[in-house]
Nanobody, 113 residues
């Protein structure tokens, strides 16, 4: 099983980024996919999840700014991040859950002027 994140980088406050996570080795359409993040000195936290049927859930701090989506034909989950704030700075991890948990290695998002 492999989850590979991409799309991180440096962005100014108020800017946007789109993260992608490509999955292999799993029946992607069965999995609940999620994005988590870990800021320096803090615990990893849930950002957003999307079920196999497309139901979504977000942490309060990103509601209205972030959108999670998935393309089962491409085995890919996305996180569109708008109106980014410095407090969104973190390593963002992709997660696949169906009984077992699988994790990507993460992609760094830095929001700074």
């Amino acid at each position: 099983v492999q989850l590979v994140e991409s799309g991180g980088g440096l962005v100014q406050p108020g800017g946007s980024l789109r993260l992608s996570c490509g999955a292999s080795g799993i029946i992607f359409s069965r999995y609940v996919m999620g994005w988590y993040r870990q800021a320096p000195g803090k615990q990893r936290e849930l950002v957003a999840t999307i079920t196999s049927r497309g139901s979504t859930n977000y942490v309060d701090s990103v509601k209205g700014r972030f959108t999670i989506s998935r393309d089962n034909a491409k085995n890919t989950v996305y996180l569109q991040m708008n109106s980014l704030k410095p407090e969104d700075t973190a390593v963002y991890y992709c997660n696949a859950k169906y009984g077992a948990d699988w994790w990507g290695k993460g992609t760094l998002v830095t929001v700074s002027s």
